[in-house]
């Protein structure tokens, strides 16, 4: 099978062609990865090609499509693959995708709401009925990749649990807050698309005003320019603090710098908080964290145990992992909606 995942950010279009079969064989093109898939079973993969663009949303939609239609044949050429032997392309999206037109509801890439972007693409790249075309929110994807070829075979060896029966929550802390719910292998989706908008659950009643409508959004806590706002409050800033980056942050903080500290103290208990509550929503096998922030080893110490205190069953450890795909996730995990 030959599956192309696209990555669609607001500042870059990413598109990755992948191929999957039944059989271990060795990869002489690129990097390898093993998938257990709900319903093929386990399945083994190699990255043909990767190619990406500068999003440039100020130059509107039909710039975008244009560039995705190019990218599918510009990354089926580098692996020198016709683009009718694609068995099927998928795209995660910065936004709620309705699961029956695949059209983007709601998001932060306003030229892409409401427009027919998988029936633009695959008549701007004649692409032939043949070709599954899917779209997802572009954290479900993330999600999924790590539950089927990441995080959930890491949990699966750890535990013996097989990958088909995992409830895993995967949460992206970023530029902004996503997340994604999978089950036994598939995305929760809800009924219009909106399942999985983790990040837009109310942390903190009557808190920060978001850019949503709704005021106390887990996101306006968990981002990283959360983090760096609240360095820079009064409170902490009189304790000699300037701005300072996320990654900056961390480093004084493994420094001892106590502003530092305070202010990482203070995250890590809202994230532990925001874990729990979801944990008395899903009580998930795992969580595993993408994005900028998860990079950060000293955001895992004592996660687990901070999240036990705020679930309704005390003293259940719930893993914590690092996300295991890097930053080739959320293209895999669009690939995989093809199949």
Do not use: W
Not at 261 to 279: H, I, M, Q
Request: include cysteine.
């Amino acid at each position: 099978m030959l599956l192309m995942g696209f990555d669609v950010g607001g500042t870059k279009i990413e598109a990755t062609l992948f191929r999957l079969s039944e059989k271990n064989e060795k990869h002489a093109q690129g990097g390898s990865f093993e998938c257990a898939h709900p319903s093929r079973g386990k399945l083994f993969g190699e990255t043909l090609a990767r190619l990406r663009e500068p999003t440039e949303r100020h130059k509107g939609y039909d710039s975008i499509i244009e560039k995705m239609a190019r990218l599918v044949k510009e990354t089926c050429a580098a692996a020198k693959i016709p683009t009718v032997q694609l068995n099927g392309i998928g795209f995660g999206l910065p936004g709620s995708i309705d699961p029956r037109t695949f059209k983007m509801l709601n998001g932060n890439t306003m030229v892409l709401i409401d427009r027919d972007l998988v029936g633009d693409v695959r008549r701007q790249a004649s692409l032939p009925e043949s070709v599954v075309l899917r779209a997802e929110n572009d954290a479900n994807c993330f999600a999924l990749a790590e539950a089927l070829c990441g995080a959930g075979l890491l949990h699966e060896k750890k535990t013996g649990l097989p990958v088909q029966e995992h409830t895993a929550v995967g949460i992206i802390l970023g530029t902004g807050c996503g997340g994604g719910i999978v089950i036994q292998g598939r995305t929760v989706r809800g009924a219009r698309g909106g399942g999985g908008e983790l990040g837009h659950t109310v942390l903190y009643r009557d808190g920060h005003q978001c850019y949503c409508g709704q005021s106390g959004c887990a996101e306006q806590y968990l981002s990283g320019p959360a983090l760096e706002s609240l360095m820079t409050t009064r409170h902490y800033s009189q304790l000699g603090s300037s701005f300072l980056s996320a990654k900056e942050i961390f480093e004084k903080a493994s420094a001892g710098d106590p502003a530092a500290l305070a202010v990482l103290k203070r995250y890590k208990s809202d994230l532990g908080r925001f874990l729990g509550s979801l944990t008395s929503v899903f009580d998930p096998h795992y969580f595993v964290l993408g994005g900028g922030l998860s990079l950060q080893p000293s955001l895992y110490e004592n996660l687990s145990e901070t999240l036990a205190q705020n679930t309704f069953l005390p003293g259940s450890l719930i893993p914590v992992y690092q996300h295991q795909l890097g930053d080739s996730a959320g293209g895999l995990g669009a690939a995989l909606l093809a199949l």
